[in-house]
T-cell receptor, first 113, second 113 residues
Framework: EDQVTQSPEALRLQEGESSSLNCSYT??????LFWYRQDPGKGPEFLFT???AGEEKEKERLKATLTKKESFLHITAPKPEDSATYLC??????????????FGKGTKLSVIP | KAGVTQTPRYLIKTRGQQVTLSCSPI?????VSWYQQTPGQGLQFLFE???????NKGNFPGRFSGRQFSNSRSEMNVSTLELGDSALYLC????????????FGAGTRLSVL
C-alpha cells in the first residue's frame, strides 16, 4: 500500500526565515511526486511534479527536490502570502492505482510578518 | 481558460438522505477524479472516470458512487448519508494519461446533521 508522511504537521516561520518541508513516501514504483498548495476554503493548487530521483524544480521562493525515498519543499525568504497548507502526493508506476494520487496529511505553514 | 467547476459549493443534509454533487472539468480534459477531505484523514481517493468508464476505485462503501457523461462532466452520489460523511468533496480533472497533472476544483462542503 502506498504511503505518504509529511513533517512537520505545522510550521511557524518569521518572514524571511528559510526552511524545508519533508515528504517521505513508500510506493511500489514511483511514476510521479506532486506538490500542491491549499488555502483555507479552496481546492489544492498544483505547484510541482517530480518524476525521478535527483530532479529539482523551482518557482519563485519555492524549490522542490526528490530522492528515492523523500522529497523536500524548500522555502527561501518566505512572505506572509506563502502561508498555506502544503500537500505532497504520489502516483504509482503501475497497477490498479496508477491513475490515483495518494496524499500526505499536509504541512500547515504560517509566516509571521 | 476556465478551471474545474464544482456545484454546489455548500450543502446541508440530514442523516439518511442522499446527495448528488457535480463536477465540470477543464475543457479538453477527459479524466475526472473524486476525493474526500476531512481533518482527520486528509485527502482520500474515491474514484476516477475516463471516457465514461470507471478506471479506479478507492476503499469507500458502496453508498458512494459516481458516473461520467459523454461531455466529461461527472457526478458523485452518496446515498443513506451518515454523520461521518461530512467533508469537503474535491473533484480533479486531467487529460487522462499516466503523466498528467490533476487540477482541482474548489470543492463542495457537505455537512450531515
Amino acid at each position: 500500500e502506498d504511503q505518504v508522511t509529511q513533517s512537520p504537521e505545522a510550521l511557524r516561520l518569521q518572514e524571511g526565515e528559510s526552511s524545508s518541508l519533508n515528504c517521505s513516501y513508500t510506493v511500489s514504483g514511483l511514476r510521479g511526486l506532486f506538490w500542491y498548495r491549499q488555502d483555507p476554503g479552496k481546492g489544492p493548487e498544483f505547484l510541482f511534479t517530480l518524476y525521478s530521483a535527483g530532479e529539482e524544480k523551482e518557482k519563485e521562493r519555492l524549490k522542490a527536490t526528490l530522492t528515492k525515498k523523500e522529497s523536500f519543499l524548500h522555502i527561501t525568504a518566505p512572505k506572509p502570502e506563502d502561508s498555506a497548507t502544503y500537500l505532497c502526493a504520489v502516483q504509482p508506476l503501475s497497477g490498479a492505482g496508477s491513475y490515483q494520487l495518494t496524499f500526505g496529511k499536509g504541512t500547515k505553514l504560517s509566516v509571521i510578518p | 481558460k476556465a478551471g474545474v467547476t464544482q456545484t454546489p459549493r455548500y450543502l446541508i443534509k440530514t442523516r439518511g438522505q442522499q446527495v448528488t454533487l457535480s463536477c465540470s472539468p477543464i475543457s479538453g480534459h477527459r479524466s475526472v477524479s473524486w476525493y474526500q477531505q476531512t481533518p482527520g484523514q486528509g485527502l482520500q481517493f474515491l474514484f476516477e472516470y475516463f471516457s465514461e468508464t470507471q478506471r479506479n476505485k478507492g476503499n469507500f462503501p458502496g453508498r458512494f458512487s459516481g458516473r461520467q457523461f459523454s461531455n466529461s462532466r461527472s457526478e458523485m452520489n452518496v446515498s443513506t448519508l451518515e454523520l461521518g460523511d461530512s467533508a469537503l468533496y474535491l473533484c480533479a480533472s486531467s487529460f487522462g494519461g499516466k503523466k498528467n497533472i490533476q487540477y482541482f476544483g474548489a470543492g463542495t462542503r457537505l455537512s450531515v446533521l
